[in-house]
């Protein structure tokens, strides 16, 4: 299948995944979103790692303003995003320019990103009269609330160093180099075994924030232990929540 606004690469298991309408700065179409939503259902089964990136200048300018807003939209919406987000896949962006509106929402969906020193980041959805609800709401996941209220109500940027410190992104790159970068980081995940792979990220995506849950949650998963394959007793990493329910038999 060719795509119109889509380019879809894959070599052993890493894919590489092209926002491809640079004359739109790769603004998040229906016909866009579809054919994201087949390559997530039919064509990532063999693939460890994809890297999602922006053909152009701009990685993504968020949702195609132009489109007429049809019932349901915001519900569609957020189905593709957590999809994206719920999927087996090790996926890292490669914003290698301006994140706008759900632009941010699919660098939230990733599991890493690396940022070009232009990739500035932004909420405009309020100076069209618009609230931006799905772009907060997946945003929530990777900073706190007050920064996504500062920017969802300001619709100021902010800067991929300030990105970084808050931990939306993981680095910037030096000019020019996130898509090298980010292949890199595909090329060391992919060599890792799959089942560890699913795990990692089942773990890291589950795991509670507060301190009493995660431990709950750990006891459950113990520290370097594959749900599907225990590891030797000797290379299992004891949870501190375990540690103390000995203690206290």
């Given at each position: 299948?060719?795509?119109?606004?889509?380019?879809?690469?894959?070599?052993?298991?890493?894919?590489?995944?092209?926002?491809?309408?640079?004359?739109?700065?790769?603004?998040?179409?229906?016909?866009?979103?579809?054919?994201?939503?087949?390559?997530?259902?039919?064509?990532?089964?063999?693939?460890?790692?994809?890297?999602?990136?922006?053909?152009?200048?701009?990685?993504?300018?968020?949702?195609?303003?132009?489109?007429?807003?049809?019932?349901?939209?915001?519900?569609?919406?957020?189905?593709?995003?957590?999809?994206?987000?719920?999927?087996?896949?090790?996926?890292?962006?490669?914003?290698?320019?301006?994140?706008?509106?759900?632009?941010?929402?699919?660098?939230?969906?990733?599991?890493?990103?690396?940022?070009?020193?232009?990739?500035?980041?932004?909420?405009?959805?309020?100076?069209?009269?618009?609230?931006?609800?799905?772009?907060?709401a997946m945003l929530h996941?990777?900073?706190?609330?007050?920064?996504?209220?500062?920017?969802?109500?300001?619709?100021?940027p902010i800067s991929p160093?300030?990105?970084?410190?808050?931990?939306?992104?993981?680095?910037?790159?030096?000019?020019?180099?996130?898509?090298?970068?980010?292949?890199?980081?595909?090329?060391?995940?992919?060599?890792?075994?799959?089942?560890?792979?699913?795990?990692?990220?089942?773990?890291?995506?589950?795991?509670?924030?507060?301190?009493?849950?995660?431990?709950?949650?750990?006891?459950?998963?113990?520290?370097?232990?594959?749900?599907?394959?225990?590891?030797?007793?000797?290379?299992?990493?004891?949870?501190?929540?375990?540690?103390?329910?000995?203690?206290?038999?």
């Amino acid at each position: 299948m060719t795509f119109d606004y889509l380019q879809f690469q894959s070599e052993d298991a890493i894919a590489t995944i092209t926002l491809n309408r640079p004359d739109q700065r790769n603004a998040l179409n229906r016909v866009l979103r579809s054919e994201f939503k087949e390559v997530l259902d039919s064509r990532l089964d063999s693939i460890k790692v994809a890297v999602i990136t922006g053909a152009g200048p701009s990685f993504c300018a968020g949702m195609d303003l132009k489109e007429p807003v049809g019932h349901g939209e915001g519900k569609d919406q957020w189905s593709f995003f957590k999809q994206l987000y719920n999927c087996n896949t090790i996926f890292i962006a490669a914003l290698n320019g301006p994140v706008v509106g759900a632009g941010i929402t699919l660098a939230s969906a990733c599991d890493l990103a690396i940022a070009e020193p232009t990739a500035t980041f932004a909420l405009p959805q309020i100076t069209h009269g618009i609230y931006g609800g799905v772009a907060a709401a997946m945003l929530h996941l990777s900073i706190p609330k007050k920064v996504v209220a500062e920017m969802a109500l300001t619709g100021l940027p902010i800067s991929p160093e300030r990105a970084a410190s808050l931990g939306l992104i993981n680095r910037v790159s030096a000019p020019g180099e996130c898509r090298n970068e980010a292949m890199r980081l595909a090329k060391r995940i992919a060599g890792f075994d799959q089942g560890a792979l699913d795990t990692a990220k089942y773990v890291i995506q589950n795991v509670p924030d507060d301190d009493a849950s995660r431990e709950a949650a750990l006891k459950e998963v113990k520290l370097g232990q594959f749900l599907s394959r225990p590891l030797p007793e000797d290379r299992v990493i004891e949870t501190r929540f375990n540690q103390q329910e000995e203690e206290e038999k």
